[in-house]
């Protein structure tokens, strides 16, 4: 049986050395799964399509009566598989395969499996009597650790060379956190993770780090599973039904860094900023498209990368899905954020949606734009949403915090915000068109086409263009 590669015949040689490192780790991943299947993993592999142009390489598995007179196609074979793990970043497997070589030029089946073994991550099937022994069978190295609270710990990690961050939900005396597969409610990262996967809904796509695979375990057992989202998904259907509970998560990395401590650094320039959140309204709108509320968006939980412009939204844990099939579960109630980038009415305690989320990015605007000042106005902000009603009035509220102590800078610290709400290409000016549009009703919001042209039109804002 044939396992097909991610690049195509004709000039194969430079096909394949132009694969980045996702698709070369992504065709060794597939030669992995075939190799690993019951009886497969035998025989020579041997490359064909190499010259048939537009056409996908292939390798199959050969006999040795099979490639007498072959040699110039061993050679490729064993040329295109050590550029492949040259491309994925396995420098320590092409080293390991170069050295099962030696001075031939055929690469066994069994050998490649070996290789591919211990350094792609294959979690089919990883178990372990504990949390502990999971990740070490899982090959998971632990790193620094990047924040620690009431729900866990967040580490970097290495899983098979490949930079992930864990995510653990267990504490000395905590339960995991109860899984469901139910959405009326604020859904877990486990059913948001299956809904914004490319490979389970191709055409979509939505830069938000998701869950790549799940800790889980049943209530009241020790033994943990490693689980992707689909799996997942099989699990809390499957009968007769079982509490299980999620212990961890394993994500990828987010490229860049982190927002906040970019703009602490002074890392960002205007057009950064620009780029910042233009991406971050570009992806809260995809996600108001499938009727996604992120409810936990602030400079935190947004990552910058300089090198591609990208922004990259993480921390899905309150996502909220609502479903065509029950309109009620278009907004919710219930409370949860950062206080100081949280909508009035999430602070109220009244039924909201994705207006929450465009509140946030207006919010994450005017930080970006006066830094420690966006930040302490953001709390005078909160404070007088708590102290009266504010929650259809948002431009008002922004207008009574910073007026607050006059127009003299010595007695009022918003002072200088002043002059940029009056220009048009400032992000100040983009926040107060998103604070007009945020206190629209949430049963306007409720309808997710309505909030399309309202992100739509946002989009086409002065400051979001660039120059």
């Known amino acids: 049986m044939p396992i097909q590669l991610t690049a195509q015949g004709g000039d194969f040689r430079a096909n394949v ?16 799964a075939h190799l690993s299947q019951p009886g497969k993993g035998t025989g020579t592999l041997t490359l064909f399509n190499r010259t048939k142009a537009g056409a996908d390489l292939t390798l ?13 196609r061993l050679n490729d074979t064993k040329d295109t598989l050590l550029t492949l793990l040259d491309r994925a970043g396995l420098s320590e497997a092409k080293a390991e395969l170069a050295q099962h070589l030696g001075t031939r030029n055929r690469v066994g089946a069994a050998a490649m499996l070996a290789i591919l073994d211990r350094h792609i991550f294959n979690h089919r099937p990883v178990r372990g009597a504990s949390l502990e022994k ?45 899984l469901s597969n139910q959405r009326k409610a604020t859904t877990n990262e486990a059913i948001a993770a299956y809904l914004t996967s490319r490979k389970n809904h191709p055409g979509f796509e939505v830069n938000v780090i998701q869950p790549k695979y799940f800790i889980v375990r049943a209530t009241g057992r020790d033994e943990h599973r490693l689980v992707d989202p689909l799996e997942l998904r099989t699990l809390l259907k499957q009968k007769p039904k079982v509490a299980w509970e999620c212990a961890g ?42 009727g996604f509320i ?10 910058f990368d300089h090198a591609s412009g990208q922004t990259t939204l993480i ?61 302490d106005l953001a709390s005078k902000m909160e404070e007088i949403a708590n102290a009266r009603d504010t929650e259809d009035n948002l431009v008002e509220l922004l207008a009574l915090a910073v007026g607050t102590g006059g127009r003299d800078p010595k007695s009022n610290p918003f002072a200088t915000i002043r002059p940029s709400l009056k220009d048009p290409k400032s992000l100040t000016s983009f926040a107060v068109a998103c604070l007009e549009q945020a206190g629209r009703p949430a049963e306007e919001w409720a309808d997710r086409a309505t909030a399309q042209g309202i992100y739509a039109q946002l989009l086409q804002h002065p400051s979001l263009q660039k120059a």
């Open 17 to 32: 050395q132009a694969l980045n490192a996702a698709q070369a780790r992504q065709s060794l991943q597939k030669i992995q």
């Open 60 to 72: 199959e598995r050969k006999s040795r009566l099979q490639l007498l007179g072959r040699g110039e």
């Open 134 to 178: 999971l990740l070490d069978n899982a090959f998971v190295e632990r790193g620094a650790l990047l924040g620690q609270g009431g729900f866990g710990a967040v580490h970097q990690v290495k899983v098979a060379g490949e930079p992930m961050v864990l995510k653990t939900f267990l504490g000395e005396k905590q339960a995991g956190l109860p």
């Open 249 to 290: 998560l394993l994500m990828p990395a987010a490229k860049g860094g982190e927002v906040t401590d970019l703009y602490r650094r002074s890392r960002l320039t205007p057009e950064n900023k620009r780029q910042i959140i233009q991406g971050t309204l570009e992806t809260v709108m995809k996600l108001n498209a499938r």
């Open 294 to 303: 992120h409810r936990d968006l602030k400079p935190d939980n947004i990552f």
């Open 315 to 375: 921390d899905t844990g309150m996502l909220h899905k609502s479903t065509k099939r029950d309109p009620a579960s278009a907004s919710v109630s219930e409370s949860g954020g950062t206080p100081a980038f949280m909508h009035p009415r999430i602070l109220g305690g009244t039924q909201h949606g994705s207006e929450v989320d465009l509140y946030a990015t207006a919010i994450t605007a005017l930080v970006l734009e006066h830094g420690q000042a966006g930040v």
